[in-house]
């Protein structure tokens, strides 16, 4: 992890997801995973204060160039996603765990919902020349997926659509059933309630015997998460989740975690904590 | 007295450093003032050793924060297993792969720094080579930061509010940004004082940095205990007596009432021969009062200020935003609140004031030392600037090169209104 001056090389919006920055950060580069994030700076001032998570969208170690997805949602989100050719960018990264294939998988499951497509891209770049990659997208309309010119040639792409507008219409979870069946492992990342749905999938299949179909994907699944945060270093404990170990933080023991570790309540992470 | 009950002997720190471990004894075991004075000096000398090699070097820092995350792998939840085994002293230099120098100071001279006196008494008996610490809930154990920078350039850190028994913390949300600063209701969580103590012990000796143990509780006897559990741990110079956390039920009770405030500064001063600061909260309807009680009861030193009380609301969600409903401001938006109570305070007491409250800068961090601080802490402004305390510390070195000044200590205060015959 360093504190790296990143350049922005690149700009591309891509529909209603956000704005898609490619950054010359050879340093980060060298050292990101797929699952890992990098803390942003919005803005040379102290407001707005808090610097920004973004997961890796892309990571080309060889051209030294991270490509982040960064929604122009409030002040500091506006300003990052208004960077532009030459504009320099303030990182703090690598942070946080990533995403592990095993060895033995054969054929991967990616899903992904909204901006939790950026670690899915990277992993669908990352091992489509190893293996069989099968990405699962959801969004709310077209406008929403990730452009399949933008995927290796050898992933297959499935979507779905809430207002079926493209693909299936539905959401990831009406799609899932098959996939899982054909999967060895599944990585995913998206918003809580997509993840919790996919934990009500994986605590169904734990409960049943072996020959349920998807179970041992499903048993196998790692998923990144999101958390309001702070320092992203570890020391302010704002984003801790509750897991199977106790508190976690999103930032450290995080942002990837077995699906089987972290607690859900009502499709959101379950309340840490207690008040006095 | 009542709070003896708790004298039961828990785990001792196992991972110590022999050496620092028998030289904190032997401070304690000594009365005077003067006693700590020296301690303080000798952790600086241990903080120039652990720094010396390559100080140029960027990397070097990160990978001495690396081994120290390796060692501490307990603190991650996923990375388990049982603690490794102590280095033996300060033979950790060796193993971190640094030269050792005869010269304690001969890691220095690279920094923009060297050769300036920053040297300041942030407490009574506490001298810190600079007037710069970083301040409570925003720097971890300190090992967290030390993969990116030489924690061992800062005055001294102060860590992690710690309790007496091990705090899970509040619900979510726990942050949220404001303008200018963020509130946060993170409600101390922490392992404990004795997994405290177990853990960051040999870590601080390796770090080489003053440590400055922040007490939080809920009774007298709860900031005794605190005291008790961590007296002996390797790199602690000083507690910080947090009787103003408005994120926990009652933990700014006793900042906001003098008598209460002066019996937790007396309980505590009985345990420990080492300097005790009490961290003011400027939600106490008489802060001047609190600070000037604690300073009576025999504080060494006072914090000012812990954070203002805050709200967000989530228009969308027709609820406040953090957990707790309520938090705690910090950041720039607060620092005008510091200063001012900085600058009443300074002529109410005669112990020395750390000023926090949103110090960004040099600029920032010399308004409060004009107001009457003879020190500083980098809090929030690290979340954004992970870099900031050291620009502190350099801008100040550089500050007191320009003005020609013998030291920084010349501008303590240089702002107060000349005392009335």
């Known amino acids: 992890m360093i504190l790296e001056d990143g350049r922005v090389i690149a700009t591309a919006e891509i529909g209603q997801l956000g704005t898609v920055l490619r950054v010359a950060a050879p340093g980060v580069a060298g050292q990101a995973r797929a699952g890992q994030f990098v803390h942003v700076r919005p803005g040379p001032s102290f407001d707005p204060l808090l610097r920004r998570p973004y997961s890796f969208n892309r990571i080309d170690r060889a051209a030294g160039e991270i490509e982040l997805i960064v929604k122009a949602l409030g002040a500091g989100g506006d300003w990052i996603a208004a960077r532009r050719e030459g504009d320099r960018l303030d990182l703090l990264g690598p942070l946080g765990s990533s995403f592990v294939i095993q060895r033995a998988t054969r054929n991967l499951l990616l899903v992904a919902g909204g901006t939790g497509i950026a670690p899915m891209r990277v992993l669908a770049e990352q091992e489509s020349g190893r293996r069989n ?15 399949s010119d933008r995927l290796p040639a050898t992933v297959e792409y499935v979507t779905t659509t809430e207002d079926g507008s493209f693909g299936i219409e539905g959401r990831v979870t009406d799609a899932i059933r098959p996939l ?28 049943a015997p072996g020959t349920y179909p998807g179970r041992v994907a499903l048993l196998e699944t790692q998923i990144a998460v999101e958390q309001h945060m702070g320092c992203a270093m570890g020391v302010c404990r704002a984003c801790v989740i509750v897991t199977a170990e106790g508190n976690a933080r999103v930032c450290r023991e995080g942002p990837v975690f077995a699906l089987g570790d972290v607690r859900f309540a009502d499709g959101e992470p379950a309340t840490v904590g207690v008040t006095d | ?80 297993g049982p603690p490794r085994s102590a280095p033996r002293g300060i033979a950790v230099d060796r193993r971190l792969g640094a030269a050792r120098s005869e010269d304690p100071h001969a890691a220095s001279p690279s920094y923009p720094e060297a050769g300036v006196d920053l040297t300041v008494e942030a407490a009574r008996g506490l001298r810190l080579k600079n007037p710069v610490m970083t301040a409570s809930g925003t720097f971890g154990q300190g090992v967290e930061y030390a993969e990116l920078f ?8 102060v860590n992690k509010g710690t309790t007496p028994a091990a705090r899970p913390g509040n619900p979510q949300y726990r942050i949220a940004e404001t303008p200018s600063g963020i509130l946060n209701s993170i409600g101390l969580e922490n392992p404990g004082a004795a997994e405290v103590a177990r853990k960051y012990g040999k870590a601080w000796a390796e770090l080489g940095v003053a440590v400055i143990v922040n007490v939080a509780g809920y009774s007298v006897d709860d900031y005794v205990f605190v005291v008790h559990e961590m007296t002996g741990t390797p790199g602690v110079v000083a507690y910080e007596i947090n009787v103003s956390c408005p994120n926990v039920k009652g933990g700014m009770l006793f900042g906001c009432d003098p008598d209460l405030a002066a019996e937790v500064t007396r309980a505590v001063k009985a345990e420990t021969d080492l300097p005790v600061i009490v961290k003011l909260t ?37 609820r406040p935003i953090l957990g707790t409903g309520s938090g705690g401001l910090s950041g720039p938006a607060i620092r005008p609140i510091a200063v001012h109570i900085t600058y009443q305070v300074a002529q109410a007491v005669s112990i020395p004031i750390i000023g926090a409250g949103g110090v960004t800068n040099a600029q920032d961090a010399l308004e409060f030392l004009m107001a009457g601080a003879s020190s500083v802490q980098v809090g929030t402004a690290t979340f954004a600037d992970p870099l900031a305390p050291l620009k502190v510390i350099e801008g100040l070195a550089a500050y007191v090169k320009e003005h020609s000044l013998a030291s920084i ?13």
Do not use: Y
């Open chain 1, 133 to 147: 990659v099968t990405l699962l997208m959801g969004g709310r309309s077209v406008a929403h997926l990730w452009p």
């Open chain 1, 180 to 207: 899982l069946e054909w999967a060895d492992q599944v990585c995913a990342c998206g918003p809580w309630p997509m993840l919790a749905a996919l934990g009500r999938l994986r605590d169904e299949a734990d409960r």
């Open chain 2, 1 to 80: 007295m009542p709070w003896r009950r708790f004298r039961k002997k828990v785990e001792r720190p196992i991972d110590v450093s022999k050496s620092i471990e028998e030289s904190l004894e032997d401070a304690a075991d000594g009365e005077s003032e003067e006693d700590a004075a020296e301690l303080a000096e000798l952790d600086d000398a241990t903080i120039a050793e652990a720094a010396t090699g390559e100080p140029d070097d960027d990397r070097a820092p990160t990978e001495l924060g690396e081994k120290l995350r390796g060692a501490l792998d307990a603190d991650a939840p996923h990375r388990g």
């Open chain 2, 150 to 157: 030489d924690v061992s350039r800062l005055g001294a850190i």
């Open chain 2, 282 to 318: 400027p939600n106490a309807p008489d802060v001047v009062a609190v600070a000037r009680a604690c300073e009576e009861a025999g504080a060494d030193a006072l914090t000012a200020i812990n954070t203002v009380l805050g709200m967000r609301i989530d228009t969308r969600r027709r």
């Open chain 2, 409 to 421: 200590r010349d501008v303590i205060g240089v702002a107060l209104p000349a005392p009335e015959d």
